[in-house]
Every structure is written in structure tokens, then in C-alpha cells.
């Protein structure tokens, strides 16, 4: 079973960057698609990017397009998320998750994922 952990999280200041990490411990991660997700306190989980197990096709949310960067290296089961420009707005757990199902497209749904990691805080301060 995959075991998903976050790491990277942290408090930064409006503008600036963080790097998420999200390190699988299976042997399936490679054969995942993978996303970060996000919820802020009180409001839904919702989708913030997104790969395919390949690497070849990822997917953003309008909000986040041309500040973050989802990426993979399946050598290191790892995900990343290279977020920058942050604004307060942005403030949330991070939570990555992997499906198996449909893994050449990118699912926008958390219903779409079925293993999902602890999530690390992200705080912006204006």
C-alpha cells in the first residue's frame, strides 16, 4: 500500500516561495498520477496541480497557473510542488494523492485519488 509523506511546509511572507515535497514509500508511485490538493480552515479540499505518471501532462487550477510548478522524479518516488508569488490567499494544508485509475490524465476531483498523504501547513503572511 502507498504511504504518501509531505514535507516543505512552512511560513513565508506575500511573495514569497516554498517547494513541497511529497515522498511515496511504494512501489506504485511510479505508476501513479499524482496531485497536490489544498484546504484552507473551514473551505473544501480543493485541486491545486497535477501530473500523470509519465510526466507529460500536467494541470493546474486557474489560481495557481504561472505560480506553481507540479513535477516528478519516479527515480526518487517524489513529488514536488514549486509554488511562487504567494499570497495569503494561498494559506492551506497541502495534501498530495495518488490514483492508479485513469493514471495518463489528471483527475481534478478528490474522489479521483485514493491514497492520500498527512498534508503540510502552508502559512502567507501579508
Known amino acids: 500500500q502507498e504511504v504518501l509523506v509531505e514535507s516543505g511546509g512552512g511560513s513565508v511572507q506575500t511573495g514569497g516561495s516554498l517547494r513541497l515535497s511529497c515522498v511515496g514509500s511504494?512501489?506504485?508511485?511510479?505508476?501513479?498520477?499524482m496531485a497536490w490538493f489544498r484546504q484552507g480552515p473551514g473551505e473544501e479540499r480543493e485541486f491545486v496541480g497535477g501530473?500523470?505518471?509519465?510526466?507529460?501532462?500536467?494541470h493546474y487550477a486557474d489560481s495557481v497557473k504561472e505560480r506553481f510548478t507540479v513535477s516528478r522524479d519516479n527515480a526518487k518516488n517524489t513529488l514536488y510542488l514549486q509554488m511562487g508569488s504567494l499570497k495569503p490567499e494561498d494559506t492551506a494544508v497541502y495534501f498530495c494523492?495518488?490514483?492508479?485509475?485513469?493514471?495518463?490524465?489528471?483527475?481534478?476531483?478528490?474522489?479521483?485519488?485514493?491514497?492520500w498523504g498527512q498534508g503540510t501547513q502552508v502559512t502567507v503572511s501579508a
Open positions: 501530473v500523470n505518471w509519465i510526466g507529460s501532462t500536467t
Open positions: 511504494g512501489r506504485t508511485f511510479r505508476r501513479a498520477a
Open positions: 494523492a495518488a490514483s492508479l485509475i485513469n493514471a495518463d490524465v489528471v483527475g481534478t476531483t478528490p474522489g479521483a485519488y485514493s491514497r
